[in-house]
């Protein structure tokens, strides 16, 4: 893997910015506003991923803020530019979802992903802007879509990684109905400064108790899981170096305003007066496709690659993980050449030697 690939395989669009709810780890610095994105811009972004969607599925990822605060208006005009070779996802708190927004996914064939954080009594960081409860709300959206029908997967972000939780949150998400789980253990990012630094044994021992969890009841695609069973099963294929691209997925992220970060969404909408505002120009003056060529002159850009490859030439877990991420190396450190981050401790080494430590620990006893 030398750079950064010219042809991303999806792009991360921001309708608007502003977020309903209030949660404490939201590593978003603008929240509270409601910039909204101009019909212009998703124009723009539409006329350059067209060839690209011609080559094989292609993914236009909504991302807020909140998506469903532009409304069912302003949503639809965004995604009207975009041909039907273009997959479109919406991450949503689920707090707005009813049997119009439900109809509105499926006139547009669009995949839902609900962030909910397990039982009730989990959820203690997402509240409203007036501070009270958001589990409820989230409930009423996740029973309009089983209502009409709509498959949904769950991000499901954890505080405190330890030995008894794992369990608890996966039959959670069993009797939640969703299709696909991902675990996001918090980061240390944007405006979340919280430290995000755990034990490495209670972090290896969550891991290892998903799996098993797992192991007993698989009706759920375990995102963290099974990304990590295809590493162990390539590296004894012996096709391991076959599962990390050549070139980095760019992973454009399009703000409101049509400007472009690269890699990491979370750097969008910050500013160091090292690195300047992050992005690798906009799309409203500049083809994204000429952004993406361009990529190497922007300066963190070429910081960060030169980072991957010292994760490459010294860290054992580096064809699992492929580097640590850009948003974690600045926000941890303030650096995109360092490599390990508490990000990657968390939620590469731990997880793939939690699932080791499982695969070890029900070994078939010899005879």
């Not at 803020?65 to 009207?80: F, H, S």
């Not at 669009?110 to 958001?134: C, F, L, Q, W």
Request: charged content about 25%; proline content about 6%.
């Amino acid at each position: 893997m030398r750079g950064i690939s010219a042809v991303p395989t999806y792009v991360v669009m921001q309708p608007t910015t502003l977020c309903n709810l209030d949660c404490s780890y939201c590593y978003l610095p603008f929240r509270r506003d409601d910039h909204r994105m101009p019909v212009e811009v998703a124009g723009a972004v539409a006329e350059a991923v067209e060839p690209w969607s011609r080559d094989g599925r292609f993914s236009v990822v909504w991302h807020g803020g909140e998506p469903l605060a532009a409304g069912r208006d302003g949503l639809g005009a965004l995604i009207a530019p975009f041909g039907p070779g273009v997959e479109h996802h919406v991450q949503t708190n689920a707090t707005l979802i009813d049997d119009a927004w439900c109809e509105f996914f499926t006139e547009h064939a669009i995949r839902v992903s609900v962030s909910v954080d397990g039982p009730e009594a989990r959820n203690g960081e997402r509240i409203t802007r007036g501070g009270k409860p958001a589990y409820d709300r989230i409930m009423r959206g996740v029973e309009a879509l089983h209502r009409h029908d709509i498959p949904f997967s769950a991000l499901c972000v954890v505080g405190d990684p330890r030995p008894g939780l794992a369990a608890e949150l996966y039959d959670y998400f069993l009797g939640l109905g969703c299709e696909v789980l991902g675990i996001n253990v918090e980061e240390l990012e944007g405006v979340n400064t919280r430290a995000n630094a755990h034990a490495a044994a209670d972090v290896t021992a969550f891991w290892a108790e998903l799996v098993a969890a797992w192991r007993r009841d698989p009706r759920i695609h375990l995102r963290e899981i099974e990304w990590s069973l295809r590493y162990a099963s390539a590296v004894l294929d012996g096709t391991a170096d076959d599962l990390l691209p050549r070139r980095l997925d760019p992973i454009p992220t399009i703000a409101y305003d049509g400007s472009v970060v690269l890699l990491s969404p979370e750097l969008a909408g910050f500013h160091d007066p090292r690195y300047g505002d992050f992005t690798s120009g906009n799309v409203l003056t500049t083809g994204l496709a000429d952004i993406l060529a361009g990529a190497a002159s922007t300066p963190w850009i070429a910081e960060f690659v030169s980072g991957v490859e010292a994760c490459r030439a010294t860290c054992p877990y580096f064809g699992f993980c492929g580097g640590a991420h850009a948003a974690n190396r600045f926000f941890e450190q303030g650096r995109f050449d360092i490599t390990e981050t508490d990000h990657c401790r968390n939620s590469k080494i731990r997880l793939l030697e939690g699932v080791l430590d499982h695969a070890r620990d029900h070994e078939p006893t010899a005879v």
